[in-house]
């Protein structure tokens, strides 16, 4: 789709941020370099029409040039959330930094201070309940169209919206006998996975396929027709479920992530592993998951009188008690059994810094281990 360019704004600052965002953006991707880009043009819009009478680097200030522009992001409607309004302070605070290293004007570089940055909202888990998750698939199942397909493909392996939108064609691969995963592409935190389905998720895809190729839009190699860029795609999913909500008596609130998170807290009560979960979900960091996964009074119960009434611990306890050995042999038996355990912990942990440290802890002990065997040969 080809968009028509926008008129460059007309402002005596204009060239010399041109010149910051080629410098500061020869490496970063098209789409970032975009975002900068539209940055400085809401920035240069805002200086001609508040501030005509700047007209250098020189006379610009923090007060009341930047603050006032901060002023005018929080003051715009409809309003903008607060990772976008970030997003604006990061993209400028950045150019001012090239610009003060560009033209010797040091000063630019505290235009924007890390004070000035608000934090993102630390948003609760929301996952559907248990009502509106029966009820939004069960109008899905009736629909049985191209949205309403694209929806339960994402409850049912938790998927972004984002990646559901780049499914390939080709994506449910077989493993094994009656046993298939869907290969979900490099996403949003530039890693990619296989998602073990069942045969219901086989007909949604297999469906999603018959619906492609009923589409007359050329073959492109996704699963989902696109007639324009991608965040078209996106923004049809968005309001099919806004629609489909409002015509069976659901908040219009709810999103497509929601399904994200409750198939998240559904694979965690159905007895699915904390690092296992990471990999479906394609997370790198256990916090992340930690916020995708509800865990209600119930279950809180429920593992409290579980862990009362059949205690477990992460060494099983030897029904005979253990005794070292005196001396430096005594020694050696420890140094031994600290690594036994040491090992067992850390391959219960997903693949990351935390692991990479007990790695090299249990090197150390193994270079321990043999100097101390050295002092036991005569």
């Known amino acids: 789709m080809n968009h028509a360019r926008r008129p460059p704004v007309q402002h005596p600052l204009a060239p010399v941020f041109e010149h910051a965002v080629d410098s500061f953006c020869a490496s970063l991707n098209p789409d970032t370099t975009r975002h900068y880009r539209g940055t400085v043009r809401n920035f240069l819009l805002y200086l001609a029409k508040d501030h005509p009478d700047v007209n250098s680097l020189v006379s610009l200030r923090r007060d009341p040039h930047i603050l006032g522009w901060m002023a005018r992001l929080r003051s715009q409607q409809p309003p903008l959330v607060t990772a976008s309004y970030i997003n604006r302070l990061l993209a400028l605070r950045c150019i001012l930094t090239e610009l003060a290293w560009m033209n010797q004007l040091p000063e630019l570089a ?16 929301r996952p559907l309940t248990p009502e509106q998750d029966q009820q939004l698939q069960q109008e899905f199942v009736h629909r049985n169209d191209l949205g309403s397909n694209a929806l339960l493909l994402i409850r049912h392996t938790g998927v972004r919206i984002g990646e559901c939108a780049d499914l390939s064609f080709d994506c449910l691969r077989g493993t ?8 979900v592409p490099l996403g949003k935190l530039k890693t990619e996975r296989l998602v073990p389905v069942d045969t219901f998720v086989r007909d949604l895809v297999q469906r999603l396929r018959f619906f492609r190729s009923l589409d007359p839009l050329p073959q492109d190699g996704f699963l989902l027709a696109r007639s324009h860029r991608k965040e078209a795609l996106v923004r049809q999913l968005r309001e099919y479920l806004h629609q489909v909500c409002q015509d069976v008596g659901l908040s219009t609130r709810i999103v497509p992530h929601q399904l994200r998170h409750t198939y998240a807290t559904e694979m965690l009560r159905a007895g699915v592993g904390f690092p296992a979960l990471m990999k479906l979900l394609g997370h790198t960091d256990p916090e992340m998951t930690m916020r995708y996964v509800e865990v209600a009074l119930t279950d809180l119960q429920r593992e409290f009188q579980l862990a009362r009434s059949k205690p477990r611990h ?22 031994i059994a600290a690594q036994h355990v040491l090992e067992i912990f850390r391959r219960t942990l997903p693949d990351g810094d935390v692991r ?5 802890l249990s090197n150390r002990l193994t270079k321990i281990l043999a100097e101390a065997r050295k002092l036991a040969t005569p």
């Open 110 to 125: 505290h235009f924007i201070r890390s004070d000035d940055i608000p934090r993102l909202p630390q948003r609760l888990p």
């Open 314 to 335: 992460l060494i099983p306890q030897s029904k005979t008690p253990i005794t070292f050995r005196t001396g430096l042999t005594g020694v050696l038996d420890s140094i």
């Open 176 to 183: 094994g006998p009656n046993q298939w995963a869907v290969h």
């Open 356 to 360: 990479k440290h007990l790695d090299r």
